[in-house]
């Protein structure tokens, strides 16, 4: 087993060989959950005037009145009007701006209104005992920040904040990065697409759809299916023009010491250099890597579902995060709610279902799979947790890194 | 404040007031994150058959023979071979089908390849000291499940091991929830849109885009978004026009008691009946909800951005998800980071970031918001956690109720 790769190598060596993914301009309706590639500073200070934040009257406060005249009304949007004397009042909108003259609001709530006078003008009386603090219910221009103050950096995620934050500050047009186009291809002679007729000695092609899902959960939307019968010349053909046309190829089956496992020669002949072959994990041993001669990355994982999912979240989608040139995230550590063995010489790979307590614990519940071929116990679980290899039994309670589905 | 609602009331009445979502049939493919409206029982014993887990050979074990003449390549997906004799093997891939007559794999790995014999046959001998299990590295048929077992529920979400599911059991048109159209209108005179010139009195529309993020996350992808002027005819006419092509409305801004807040009136006139007009929370407190004639759901919500969100991430996004026929997930619980104190008699929403510790733990950093306008350092936050009104201070350590932005 010497021969083959650590995790830690082949995250590195995937890490020193993947490209970062082109950017691009979108409108900004359609970037949400995109990663930004540019940073975004305040268009200008915030709020940009001294903004009213309750429906009521505006006034300026001496103490000296209890009785204001009502001398006009303040929208929101529309540009400041004038107080003309103390003992006026202008009548004002959450949003709107502070008349000029006034300094506090009074809400609503606190007032009486008052019959009009013979000028036909409102007026409003404070309610008995009712104290105003002087400058209260007015967000200052400013107040939350500077004109020119960074807000997003680049590589963050555009989560909902971050989108109003692009939307307030005038970024109508964010860059983020172009969502690559992945080609998934499952590859194998007993493969039947659902919907077909099924031979007791084939079985459904479902990799593709798990791995499509995995991969649209994390925004990579942009995806082909394909399906490779065990044909060398028919799977050079069909990769070759797969990527052309892809940023990206997921493959799964054919990496495995199978007679028709022709995969990797297929990817050889096409010009893609084999970074490796074979990762010291488990499931997922037969995991093959390469680059396309124009920097194209190949993952070829193995065709067993249960090996295919977990390369799939344990280094396929890690990789393309990366790619897309977003922040790095932590690795999520959960707490293992049952005694799990590691594997001598070889990272292990275990399913789990996630349960968060009333106190904030998360603890992975482990559904061990027989057979990496039983994949219906895995609607129970929400991803896999990673057992580095060697040492004792990881006893209940110990923390592990969690990989999502 | 006694006339406000608590928020179960609010809970109740939203719950009691909702649709069911229709479902449809879609292509497998683009059936991802989707809400699953159909049972889905196994097409077929699984596996299928006795199926071969390494490559390597076949042979019937009976410990008489070390070296095997072969006897033909049993590929997957073809139909099973028969071993001639014992002594004979037939070599065999990782997925096919066990060959009649044999019981037993022999990994390629413990295999030494001889020459071939007189007639070119190829023979194998297995290493020396190496002694296999009987039965060794086959799948027996129906070790995972038997033909008809129900395998997912209609009101799951199609995950990526749900996905591989359905394809593997012959569900190549699930039937889901079909995506509601909804439309997101921000009312107010002071809006602008991102990237039109902006007087200093006036602010950028941003509520339609963070509200929009939070509804694709949780895959509401099918969205409009206009903006309505603070004019009641002109929102009479735009908003029954919406509400003729959108199974959900979703407002901000015009709730609020300021003269020219005319959403509830509007939208009184078009015949959407007022649920409840006010929620004992903060912020958000003007939150009006209603129901059309022909049961679609209104959410007005306020204008404020903080409120809005806080509003999205516990009213709306909860509801629509009921809505969609989904079982219903648990409240996520997590640990505050920092005391916080409750308010008297209403619900108090905090913005707070997540941060994850290496043993499993989930906790809340607040970033409690000076002004409900602030939504700039909202950038540094996941979400809300929620006190229920009154009591004393809630301590660092508390576990206190989170949703998601």
Known sequence: MTDLLSLSEADRLIGASLPLFADETVPLAGAAARILRQDVLAERALPPYDRVIMDGIAVRWTGQHRHFLTAGLQGAGQPPLTLPEDGACIRVMTGSVLPLG???VIPREKLVEEERDRQG????????????????????QGADCRAGERLLGAGCILTPPAMAILAANNVAHPRVTRVPAIAIVSTGDELVSPGAPVE??????????AIGASLARKGFVRQTQSILRDDLAQQVETLGALLASHDVLILSGGVSMGEFDYIPRALERLGVRKVFHKVAQRPGKPFWFGIAQDGRPVFALPGNPVSAASCCSRHVIPALLRAQGAEAAPIRMVRLGQALDPIRDMTRFVPVRLTQDDGGMTTAIPFPMPSSGDFNRLALTDGIVELPPGGATREAGCAVAFHDW
């Open 102 to 104: 006034a300094d506090t």
């Open 121 to 140: 003008r409102h007026a409003f009386r404070l309610e008995t005992d009712y104290a105003p603090s002087p400058g209260q219910h007015v967000h200052r």
């Open 200 to 209: 007791n000695w084939q079985i459904r092609r479902s990799n593709e759809f």
